[in-house]
């Protein structure tokens, strides 16, 4: 199995941009999550689904954040517009019983 | 509410020295506890996990008991190597009646010196 696929794996943008974050879960997982990681806040659970369907969108920061999965193998983050706080690297990951969690190698994003 | 807490690093330690990273949970169900470490420039891996009480997670010399009267889930390696510095996350996963809940630890910091 190829793992959790994420890309760009790096993307540079100016701020007021709109950046979308792509992500393709492992085949036959259920749950796919995304985070964020800071080194001020550490990691952050920023969305959850479970069947395609988003369960917990607590953690989305603001309204500029939103994510959607339109299909069992594809997902997508998208932040409009960007501003350079956004800067940090973003992680995929999936699950097949929402326990144990397959990660991606992360989007690092910079936002000048 | 749940959460995780992990000892605070970095933490620098010689080759073959004896490792201990404390992590202790609050949760409200019967969770899953989980360390992962995360190498520089990658994603976060599972290394171990323990489903219930009195479970012991291992793998790559590492281990951890999920202790249920002091809610500790600490994490141990005898004998450590360089190729183990990283930043080592504690995990809860719980899924009470209103649906899957999942918390990580701070993270800490691993650097090992020949």
């Known amino acids: 199995d190829a793992g959790v696929i994420q890309s760009p794996r790096h993307e540079v943008t100016e701020m007021g941009q709109e950046v979308t974050l792509r992500c393709k879960p492992i085949?036959?997982?259920?749950?796919l999550f995304w985070y964020r990681q800071t080194m001020m806040r550490g990691l952050e659970l920023l969305i959850y689904?479970?069947?395609?369907?988003?369960?917990?969108d607590s953690g989305m920061p603001e309204d500029r954040f939103s994510a959607k999965m339109p299909n069992a193998s594809f997902s997508t983050l998208k932040i409009q517009p960007s501003e350079p706080r956004d800067s940090a690297v973003y992680f995929c990951?999936?699950?097949?019983?929402?326990?144990?969690?397959?990660f991606g190698p992360g989007t690092r994003l910079t936002v000048t | 509410g749940n959460s995780v807490t992990q000892m605070e690093g970095p933490v620098t330690l010689s080759e073959e020295a004896f490792l201990t990273i404390n992590c202790t949970y609050t949760?409200?169900?019967?969770?899953?506890l989980f360390w992962y470490v995360q190498y520089p420039g990658e994603g976060l891996q599972l290394l171990l996990k323990?489903?219930?009480?009195?479970d012991k997670g291992s793998n790559k010399g590492f281990e951890a008991t999920y202790r249920k009267e002091t809610t500790s889930f600490h994490l141990e390696k005898g004998s450590v190597q360089v190729s183990d510095s990283a930043v080592y996350f504690c995990?809860?996963?719980?899924?009470?009646?209103?649906?899957?809940?999942?918390?990580f630890g701070t993270g800490t910091s691993l650097t090992v010196i020949p």
């Open positions: 990951a999936s699950s097949s019983d929402g326990s144990e969690q397959y």
């Open positions: 323990a489903t219930k009480a009195d």
């Open positions: 085949s036959g997982h259920d749950y």
């Open positions: 949760a409200t169900g019967y969770p899953s």
């Open positions: 995990a809860l996963s719980d899924r009470p009646l209103t649906g899957n809940q999942f918390y």
């Open positions: 689904f479970n069947n395609n369907v988003p369960i917990d």
